[in-house]
């Protein structure tokens, strides 16, 4: 189920189950209030980043460039 950030705030935070999740929730926080912004994306794309370089699972590394990239892109369109 998709949830807008914006609804954030409704739901109970869970445990996130490793960083790269971590970083996005924090993420989503961020974009909570009042949209998204430029330096919460060079947050999580940091963390991605990191996540990508340093695990060991193939497919939590793709996922990560998946997130890197995705919101390199979105971040050329915040305005905040």
Not at 8 to 24: G, M, N, Q
Not at 65 to 75: D, F, Q
Request: proline letters at 4%.
């Amino acid at each position: 189920m998709a949830i807008p950030a914006s609804r954030y705030s409704e739901f109970d935070e869970v445990t996130p189950i490793d960083a790269l999740d971590r970083a996005c929730q924090a993420h989503d926080k961020d974009c909570s209030k009042g949209g998204c912004s430029a330096k919460g994306d060079r947050k999580l794309v940091k963390a991605a980043l990191l996540v990508s370089l340093t695990t060991r699972d193939p497919v939590l590394a793709a996922k990560a460039k998946l997130i890197v990239a995705g919101i390199t892109a979105a971040s050329l369109t915040r305005s905040r």
